[in-house]
């Protein structure tokens, strides 16, 4: 029997709260969507009911409250989930008891030591106590900035849930990013250790998406929050299959990642416990994809409708930065709404001209790291390799120096702590400067590279995400600003958006 409209957006929006986010590909089969039915669904739900946004032209994300769409149907399985028996007087007081569990979406990442039986046999106690406190204070550094949230220690190993108890938009990214960062951090942690305990620890991690039911286990003083279903067991299969210091996802968190990061396809594996075959992939690196606008573009963007004044004025005052006078454009407004649409209209229209391009952004993981945006951007003009020597890199960073009036005696240290690079003793002799003269070197020798370039030809330079930028950058952008509006207008090349 064909179902109502009626009855398939009721199914669609308890779907919706309780997933968070429908992908209309699998939908159109499992909810009978149509070609006639999907946009009249996507206006229903987007405009009318104001319940979910539209995600890169391929899912429905769920924006609206617990109270303001129907209740997922109770499970007979769960006392958790039954719903509240009615009362039998109408003028009976109706009483609301919060349930015990809740249906999540989570992303479940499982972090392991490598051996770490033989590392309990080559050291003594005192000092494998030590040793795995201190790997595990680094993951939890790392953990804690991608806002993860650590549901058990195993022993050397640790349960972290991305979505519980606070849910984010990209909650598959962050935990990748956790997997990475953790891999990273160790390599430094690492020289710690061999210094003091004569050994290197490695990592294993396995990260899976899915469904699960979250709420309190244990009694008495033993209490844990904990997430039930086949996710955390997937994960836990996963960070077995892992090589030491890599990071294994399965494919359902690689669809929702996969234009972010680099990969390795590993192929379909048996799990235990796993009735069909899995598609794993190992994580390599961060793609250089910096926004869902990025990731969207090779898939191609929809037309631009109702935005004529606002691209019209963004081209107006890229003309004056032309003709020499600097401008300023800021673009605000909710979450959603087409600020990065925007910009990138922009790009697209001043692509075939001669330009510097800059483009940096604030990020929630590094809003307390100062200059993050701008040491970002100058890594990516770098163009590390991951191979590359650090004399190879020292040698990238005096080619793009040199091409400015700078003295490289003190530009290369300046820059080389910014992007963390250890500068030979013989070449460049540590820099005798306090730690405020520093950073007053550091802004100088960034700005006097900004104006250089704007000297020679106009200079698009963005800014996204302007309110997770630390204080240093922004602080960085207003003496920038008020240097080039103070030369002449023959020489004020420079645009910020």
């Excluded at 210091?245 to 690689?254: E, H, L, M, R």
Aim: charged share 20%; proline share 6%.
């Amino acid at each position: 029997m064909a179902k109502t409209f009626e009855e398939i957006l009721d199914h669609t929006l308890d779907m919706l709260q309780r997933r968070g986010r429908v992908s209309y590909a699998p939908s159109s089969a499992s909810l009978s969507w149509t070609d006639a039915y999907l946009d009249d669904l996507k206006t229903e739900i987007i405009e009318v009911l104001q319940l979910a946004v539209d995600q890169d032209n391929t899912m429905l994300v769920w924006t609206g409250s617990s109270d303001t769409s129907p209740a997922p149907p109770p499970l007979a399985t769960s006392r958790a989930f039954q719903a509240t028996p009615q009362a039998e007087s109408a003028t009976a007081p109706i009483s609301y008891h919060p349930p015990d569990a809740e249906r999540r979406q989570l992303t479940v990442m499982f972090c392991d030591l490598v051996a770490s039986t033989a590392l309990s046999a080559q050291l003594a106690p005192e000092d494998l106590w030590e040793a795995v406190r201190a790997y595990q204070t680094t993951c939890v550094d790392v953990i804690q900035r991608f806002g993860g949230y650590i549901a058990q220690y195993l022993g050397d190993g640790l349960l972290v849930y991305f979505g519980y108890p606070e849910a984010h938009e990209d909650d598959a990214q962050r935990a990748v990013r956790t997997g990475l960062g953790i891999v990273e951090a160790m390599e430094t942690r690492n020289a710690y250790l061999e210094q003091h305990y004569k050994v290197r620890l490695a990592v294993r991690l396995g990260i899976h998406t899915g469904l699960v039911v979250v709420g309190e286990m244990g009694s008495g003083t033993r209490r844990e929050q904990l997430a039930l279903g086949e996710t955390p067991n997937l994960a836990a299969r996963l960070e077995g299959l892992a090589e030491p210091n890599t990071v294994v996802i399965s494919a359902t968190t690689w669809s929702l990642v996969r234009e972010y990061f680099t990969y390795h396809d590993l192929g379909t594996h048996v799990l235990k416990g796993v009735a069909t075959p899995v598609q794993v992939y190992c994580i390599l690196r961060e793609s250089g994809v910096q926004s869902r606008l990025d990731a969207a573009r090779p898939r191609g963007l929809t037309p631009l409708v109702g935005r004529e004044h606002e691209v019209g004025l963004l081209r107006e005052r890229w003309q004056r930065a032309q003709d020499g006078m600097g401008q300023v454009v800021i673009l605000s407004g909710e979450a959603g709404i087409g600020k990065s649409r925007l910009a990138q209209e922009l790009k697209d229209h001043v692509a075939p001209e001669p330009h510097t391009h800059l483009e940096c952004r604030g990020s929630p993981y590094y809003h307390n790291t100062a200059l993050y945006p701008v040491t970002d951007l100058l890594q990516r003009a770098l163009r590390w390799q991951p191979d590359d020597t650090p004399p190879e890199k020292l040698h990238k960073l005096e080619t793009i120096l040199s091409q400015y009036s700078l003295a490289l005696a003190e530009a290369v240290p300046l820059l080389a702590s910014l992007v963390a690079l250890a500068l030979p003793d013989d070449r460049y002799p540590p820099l005798t400067l306090t730690s405020q003269r520093q950073r007053q070197k550091t802004l100088e020798t960034l700005l006097a590279i900004l104006l250089a370039e704007a000297a020679r030809q106009p200079v698009l330079f963005i800014v996204e995400d302007l309110h997770w930028v630390d204080p240093t950058t922004l602080e960085f952008l207003i003496i920038w600003r008020w240097r080039d509006f103070g030369r002449p207008k023959s020489s004020r090349r420079a645009g910020t958006c």
